[in-house]
């Protein structure tokens, strides 16, 4: 069991260059999500997907594409890259299916981006 | 406006003696809370929860408490150990019925130093 892997771990762009972020989990997790960690902003939610076929915004998408590809994948797509988009992007999925239960995440290792 | 925020964003403590982290949140329809840690170069991993009709929750050294009057929460680690230096998150869950709006929402870390 892989839980949660993102690719890559580490990316340099320039700026205006695109490139897309992979994430799967194979947990079989309904929701999934794509953050950013920041220096004292703690982790803010970009775009999430509550189930298959479902995206939406979170509270900083601007600059930032999400494709729920099926179950198991969700991508980040930054389509003209930005140095202020230079940060660390962690991917996650939990089982919301509206069951009780603590509403865990299970986090990816990270990917860090650079734009320069 | 932060609904749950963790008001000091550093703690140093020596090893043996007791960390306490804390965290404030506003909104008394929170189902859940859980404490996560971050290893620099990692994702954060889920260490502790609580439910709202609980007031503690201990696991091992860690333990969680609850003052749902005073909306404020609490993770106690005894004794400390130098690999608990990490940064901390706390977390908060709505509620079931959210469905597939059940985001966390986090509060934005303390980091935890434990001196040898």
């Known amino acids: 069991n892989a839980g949660v892997t993102q690719t890559p771990k580490f990316q340099v762009l320039k700026t205006g260059q695109s490139m897309t972020l992979q994430c799967a989990q194979d947990?079989?997790?309904?929701?999934m999500y794509w953050y950013r960690q920041d220096p004292g902003m703690g982790l803010r939610l970009i775009y999430y997907?509550?189930?298959?076929?479902?995206?939406d915004k979170g509270e900083v998408p601007n600059g930032y594409n999400v494709s729920r590809l099926n179950k198991r994948e969700f991508s980040l797509r930054l389509e003209s890259a930005a140095p202020s988009q230079t940060s660390v992007y962690f991917c996650?999925?939990?089982?919301?299916?509206?069951?009780?239960?603590?509403?865990?995440?299970?986090f990816g290792e990270g990917s860090r981006l650079t734009v320069l | 406006d932060q609904q749950v925020k963790q008001n000091s964003p550093s703690l140093s403590v020596q090893e043996g003696r007791i960390s306490i982290l804390n965290c404030d949140y506003t909104?008394?329809?929170?189902?859940?809370f859980l404490w996560y840690k971050k290893y620099p170069a990692e994702g954060p991993t889920f260490l502790i929860s609580?439910?709202?009709i609980k007031d503690k929750n201990e696991d091992g050294r860690f333990t969680v408490f609850l003052n749902k009057s005073a909306k404020h929460l609490s993770l106690h680690i005894v004794p400390s150990q130098p690999g608990d230096s990490a940064v901390y998150f706390c977390?908060?869950?709505?509620?079931?019925?959210?469905?597939?709006?059940?985001?966390?929402?986090w509060g934005l870390g303390t980091s935890l130093a434990v001196n040898p």
């Open positions: 997907s509550a189930s298959e076929g479902t995206t």
């Open positions: 609580i439910s709202s």
């Open positions: 909104n008394s329809m929170f189902d859940y």
């Open positions: 996650a999925s939990s089982d919301n299916s509206g069951r009780a239960g603590n509403g865990e995440l299970f």
């Open positions: 977390a908060a869950a709505p509620p079931p019925n959210a469905g597939n709006n059940r985001k966390l929402i």
């Open positions: 947990m079989n997790h309904n929701s």
